[in-house]
Every structure is written in structure tokens, then in C-alpha cells.
């Protein structure tokens, strides 16, 4: 059984940075693909960023490409997003998602909050 537990929410102005963390356990963290998802209160949740397992393919949703980085590191176990430049509008409840290929298995985290506010 996946376990993935967030970290780094918090409250930050516009044009700020946020560094966001999951750490998982239960699996073999490199044949997981990686995601965060967010969502914002009355919309779906909707998908972010993804990295591959071995980190080197990698997606972005049009809406933050340029200021989100997603990133791993399979010795720790974690994946990282790295927001740059926040908006309002990337204010959301963040959550994390590993993807078990082999298993056709998904699992999630219980997600951090982002408020980007003046």
C-alpha cells in the first residue's frame, strides 16, 4: 500500500514561492509516476504536473508552465513542486498522486492548502 504524505502549503502573496513536498512509502518509489493535482473550492481537480519514474519526462499544465517545477528525488522517496510567480489563482487545495503502472493502481495524498492572497 502507497503512502503519500504533503508538505509545504501555506499562505503566500502574489508573486511569491512555494516549495511543495510529498513523501511516499509502500512501494518501490521509482516505478511510480508522480503527479499534482490541485483544487480550488467549487471547481475539479484538476491536474498540474507529472514525472516519470525516472524523472526524465516530464508534463505541465499550460497554466503554470514556466513557473511550476516538478521534480524528484527517488533516494528520498519524494517528489517536489517547485511555484514560482503564484497567482491568485493557483490558490487550491494541492494534492499528490502516484500512479502504479504495473498495477493499474492510483493513490493520494490528503492534500495541503496554497492560498495565494494579498
Known amino acids: 500500500q502507497v503512502q503519500l504524505v504533503e508538505s509545504g502549503g501555506g499562505l503566500v502573496r502574489p508573486g511569491g514561492s512555494l516549495r511543495l513536498s510529498c513523501a511516499a512509502s509502500g512501494f518501490t518509489f521509482r516505478r511510480l509516476i508522480m503527479s499534482w493535482y490541485r483544487q480550488a473550492p467549487g471547481k475539479e481537480r484538476e491536474l498540474v504536473a507529472s514525472?516519470?519514474?525516472?524523472?526524465?519526462?516530464?508534463w505541465y499544465a499550460d497554466s503554470v508552465k514556466g513557473r511550476f517545477t516538478i521534480s524528484r528525488d527517488n533516494a528520498k522517496n519524494t517528489v517536489y513542486l517547485q511555484m514560482n510567480s503564484l497567482k491568485f489563482e493557483d490558490t487550491a487545495v494541492y494534492y499528490c498522486?502516484?500512479?502504479?503502472?504495473?498495477?493499474?493502481?492510483?493513490?493520494w495524498g490528503q492534500g495541503t492548502q496554497v492560498t495565494v492572497s494579498s
Open positions: 514525472i516519470s519514474g525516472d524523472g526524465d519526462s516530464l
Open positions: 498522486k502516484a500512479y502504479n503502472i504495473p498495477m493499474s493502481k492510483s493513490y
